[in-house]
Every structure is written in C-alpha cells, then in structure tokens.
C-alpha cells in the first residue's frame, strides 16, 4: 500500500507528542487488562451500564433552524476503575443537535459521533458533520466529548498530548460505556433508529462500542481499521512516540516483562510475525542473492566431486575426464540415490583389502574430517598455495613449479588427497635435472566426504589405469611416513594434506565473533520495545478481542487507500473479522480524505 505524502508531511509539521510519562503505572495495565475480558464480551459488558442509567440536562436553546441540548453524567467507567480517572476526565459532557420538527412522526434518526485525535470541544463535528446531516438526511447527531480532550482534559496535559500508554486505554473503556449510556437515554426518550460513527480514533472507538450494544446498530467507522497497534508503530504517527522513554521504562522494571507481557492476548501475534519474516525476505532478497547462488553452486559442486570420484573408482585416467563428464555422472547419481538416506558409495563395504563402512567412517572422522572439503577449488587453491593449470589435462603446479597431480575440470570441489607413494629407488632417481621427462607415476588416495568410503588407486601417463588394493590405513600410514621424510624433488601429497589442515584450522581461527554488537543489542532493545507496544495495544484495541457486532450487514467502512496514518499491511481486516460488512474506498490519504471527502462520511 503506497503512503500519502500529504500525510507525512502534515504529521512532520506538528510538534505533538504521545505517551511522552511513558507506560503508565504497571498496577494500572494489570487492572485494565483484567476488565478488558469484561468489556470485550459482550454478555457481560450489558450489565454494567443500566438501562436506566442517569443523564442530565443542562441547557436547551434553539439554534437557527435546530434544537441544542448539552447535558453531562458521570461516566460509568469511574464505578468499574475507581483511581485510574483524573478528576477532570471523571465527568462525560455531550451536546445534542436536533431538528425543530422531526420530518418523520415515528422515524426519529439519531447518531452517536465520536472524536479522533485532536478534535477538541464540539464545534469540528457540529460545523462538518451535524448541521449538514440533519439539513440533508434529517438525521440528528450527538457530540461526545472525549475523555482528555476539550473540558476533560487534565490541566498538566498539553493539547492532545496523552501522557501515558494506559490513558488511551482508559479513553477507549471510557467511551465504550459512555457510549452505552447514551444510547439507553436515547432509547427511553423514544429516539430511533440509532447508530454510532466517528473518524480516525473516533471510528475505531465507535466499532468497540457498536460491539457491545446488544441490539442491531448501524455503524460507520471513517479511516480506523481493526487495532491501533499498526498506528503507533507502523504509520506516520509512530514518529510521536517517544520509544526513548519507553524503551528505559520497560527494561528498567521487570513487571512489564515479567507479568504484564505474560497478560498479553494478541490475534496478530502469528500472523505478524509470518508479515515480519515476508517483509524482511522482500527487503533483503537481493542482498541474499549472492549467498542463495553460493549455496547452488556449492551443491552442483558437490554433485560433481561424487562424479568426479565415481569415475576414478571405474579406472578411468584422471587426466581424461571433463567437465561434461562429471556432470552426467552426476546427474546419473543424484537420481539412483535420491530415495536413498545414505551417500553415495564408491567401496563396497567389506571387499578384500578395504575396511568396513563403519571402520572407514570412524577413521574419517579424524584430521581428514576437520578439512573444509565444501571450500570451491579456486579457495582451496588460493590457501594451499597451488594454483590451477590453463588446460584441464594438465597438472596442478605447486608456487616452486613442481607437478603434483592432475584434476579433472576447474569448477568440481576438493575431495581428494594425494599420497605419492614411490619407491626409494624411484625417488632416489627423480632430480631437477630431469624435469623436461614425463611425470612419474603416482598413486591417489581419494577420500570421499560423507559417503566415510577410501579406494587406492595407481594412475599413469604412460602405462593403463590399474586398481590397488592399497587401503585408507595404508594409504595413511604412507603420508605420515611421507611427512618424516619429504623428498625435495616433488610436493607430497601427504604434505597438501597436512598445509591444507593447518590452513583450515587458521582460517575457522579467522571467523568473526558470533557476539552481538553494541548496534545490535540496540536493535535488539528497541524490538523488544516496539513487540511491547505492539502486545499491549493489541491486547486493548484489536477488534478481534471483542463480540462480533450483531449485525454486521449494517457496518460500512470507509477507509482510505494511501492512509499513512492508518497502515492497512499485515493486520487483520475489519471485513475479515466481520463477513458481511461493506468497505468502501476512497482514493486518497488520511488528511486529504478529511479535508475533501466529509460528504462521503456523511
């Protein structure tokens, strides 16, 4: 959903901020959150406003072609949570505007309106809303004024500016029971039908009191959605919120993280975090490209490898194979064991000269495990010191310029060891002096990773490949030998087995620290602040803590597409919660809606 940039910036120019004293007191949250359960029931919210509930009248005048009344009471809330109230909050006032003549002698329409952020007093409503209603539709309007707000605001609190998290709370349980008791007045004076709108937070209030009211009741929230927690942490006004304080609150007392979070219901709490990780997949998915590739390569690499050895263990001159080769042999294996939950076997276990699967895996589990055989070619080669020949057929070459053994295309991974094992006699004869002759022979120990399997094999330039029934052990026995008495003529292989640990083992000594940073323990801190806040005002506010209105049939949502104030992404939706209701767009932002758009609402 694109943002409206009328709306950022209108947000950018006021300097008002919310919950600037922070969470409010824990014992308040704890008992908030226990009459949530009341009042989100709706069997059980009925009881505790009478139907007899005291209004009173405190002047009547004629206004133009309209009656006004303005009356106040006591707002039921204070019986339920007696000390939570300031006393300037404490009492409810209303003013009430009626036609001289009701057009209908038995259809006597009135609406309930309640106020979003910022609207003081009655006049915003009257001028916009009431007055054009009656004179249009002949519909007469009730104007609550909000807890906090005009002549109920604490005299310490700086126009709009709530102190606490918690007095929101205490607002929305206000207005809900308010709410309830106007409509049993408006019913004992045989007013109706009767219905209850509001913008911005005076929608999202109208929607918990229109659950409550035990009868079918028209509702037409404008520019609310189903939880406030997406408005203070996702839209534009998250840049109000002083995450600060908040932030030194919640981890400075242990009650909000050690009993209040414990209280918390939240429906979006799943659901977010499945939002979360796609968002977090949107956003990086091309950072992670590189090391999704990598990953790739490294499978087809390992494919390879098996092939590469498969080969070799069917006499086949190592010297000859291709990449071609390699990747239709392991094409060819990846599909005769992909039903398969062991690897790829080269040796048969138990064969004469070879030891058994078991004993092979047990001795792999020795240096020869502790080499980072998934390392490419080009990484092996670049830490060992040997670099690659142009042709494919040609030998590697150690930094000196000695030939060490051959390798079968560029892009298979390292899975094999060289252990040259010649005779005294031979080494004896080989001498700088004969490097324009043709390589001697030499003998491969090929080590499989995983598959725990080693098969000896003797391969020439000049004579046929024949199988040796030389075994890892033996094999083994030879580099260690080898490493005693290295022949300065040739770059054992023993010897590239044993740089290859060492490097191994000083690269894993390289790695990073796993410890989180100062950055990301900030990171860290912030979240837990921002799941907090999430948690609590879904916990009082998330419509799908609260009955199901009676008829949802009669709700109609208006709700603007480029709302910044009022994101829409990853919550549940108002149509979700209640099937049946209506949504109607408008295509613009928040601001630009109120600005342009009040005949919609009416």
């Known amino acids: 959903m ?15 901020k919310f919950f600037t004293k922070g969470w409010g007191k824990p014992d308040n949250l704890k008992r908030i959150f226990a009459f949530r359960k009341i009042l989100s029931n709706r069997e059980t919210c009925q009881h505790l406003v009478a139907s007899d509930y005291p209004i009173h009248i405190d002047k009547e005048y004629k206004d133009g072609d309209c009656r006004v009344l303005e009356g106040h009471f006591l707002s039921p809330f204070v019986h339920h949570l007696p000390g939570i109230m300031p006393k300037e909050v404490e009492t409810a006032n209303f003013q009430m505007i009626l036609p001289v003549q009701w057009r209908h002698p038995i259809h006597r329409p009135v609406c309930i309106h309640l106020a979003g952020t910022g609207d003081h007093f009655y006049w915003r409503r009257r001028l916009l809303t009431a007055r054009p209603l009656l004179k249009e539709a002949g519909i007469a309007s009730i104007i609550l004024e909000n807890p906090y707000y005009g002549s109920r605001k604490p005299k310490e609190q700086l126009r709009s500016s709530l102190h606490n998290v918690s007095d929101l709370f205490v607002m929305g349980g206000a207005l809900v029971l308010e709410s309830l008791a106007l409509l049993h007045w408006c019913e004992r004076e045989g007013w109706g ?32 959605w189903s939880t406030a927690s997406c408005v203070f942490t996702q839209g534009v006004m998250s840049g109000a919120i002083p995450w600060h304080t908040l932030q030194e609150q919640f981890f400075e007392n242990n009650v909000y993280q050690d009993e209040i979070r414990k209280l918390i219901v939240s429906p979006e709490q799943n659901r977010r975090k499945a939002y979360d990780m796609g968002q977090d997949f949107v956003k990086n998915y091309a950072d992670r490209m590189p090391e999704m590739e990598s990953l ?74 502790k080499v980072n055989v998934s390392l490419s070619l080009e990484g092996y080669v670049a830490h060992t010191g040997i670099r690659n020949s142009k042709s494919s057929n040609e030998p590697f070459q150690s930094s000196t310029g000695h030939k060490t053994v051959s390798s ?47 098969k000896p094999k003797r391969s020439s330039r000049k004579d046929s490949v024949k199988p040796l029934t030389v075994s890892y052990a033996q094999a083994k026995t030879n580099q260690q030998a080898k490493l005693s008495s290295p022949s300065p003529g040739r770059v054992s292989g023993a010897l590239t087995l044993k740089h290859a640990l060492s490097k191994s083992k000083l690269i894993l000594s390289r790695q990073p620290s796993s410890l989180p940073t100062e950055e990301e323990k900030l990171k860290t801190l912030q979240q837990e602040a921002l799941d907090f806040m999430c948690g609590v005002m879904d916990e009082c506010t998330h419509l799908g803590n609260f009955s199901v209105p009676v008829d949802p049939e009669l709700i109609i949502i208006i709700a603007a597409k480029q709302d910044a104030y009022i994101p829409r992404d990853g919550v549940i939706g108002l149509d979700q919660l209640w099937p049946g209701c209506e949504v109607r767009y408008i295509d613009n932002g928040h601001v630009g809606a109120v600005l342009w758009h009040q005949r919609v609402f009416r």
Not at 430 to 451: K, L, M, Q
Request: glycine fraction near 8%; hydrophobic fraction near 30%.
């Open 2 to 16: 694109s943002r409206s940039r009328l709306d950022q910036l209108y947000r950018r120019l006021l300097l008002s």
């Open 193 to 224: 039908p009767l219905g209850i709108s509001g913008v911005s937070m005076g929608g999202h209030m109208a929607s918990l009191a229109a659950t409550n009211w035990t009868k079918p009741i028209p509702l037409i929230p404008c520019l609310s």
């Open 296 to 369: 790739h390569q490294q499978q087809e690499a390992g494919a390879s490898a098996v092939a590469h050895t498969a080969i070799l263990s069917q006499g086949v001159a190592p010297g000859s194979l291709t990449t071609a080769d390699l990747r239709s042999s392991s094409k060819e294996i990846n599909s005769e064991n992909s039903n398969s939950k062991v690897g790829p076997s080269v040796v048969e276990s138990g064969t004469p000269g070879h030891p058994s699967q078991a004993a092979q895996n047990e001795n792999l589990k020795g240096d020869v495990s």
């Open 408 to 454: 079968a295309g560029t892009d298979s991974r390292v899975f094999s060891s060289v252990a040259t094992s010649q005779s005294t006699d031979h080494s004896k004869s080989a001498s700088p002096h004969t490097s324009g002759v043709s390589a001697p022979e030499v003998e491969t120990a090929t080590v499989i990773e995983n598959s725990g399997k080693a």
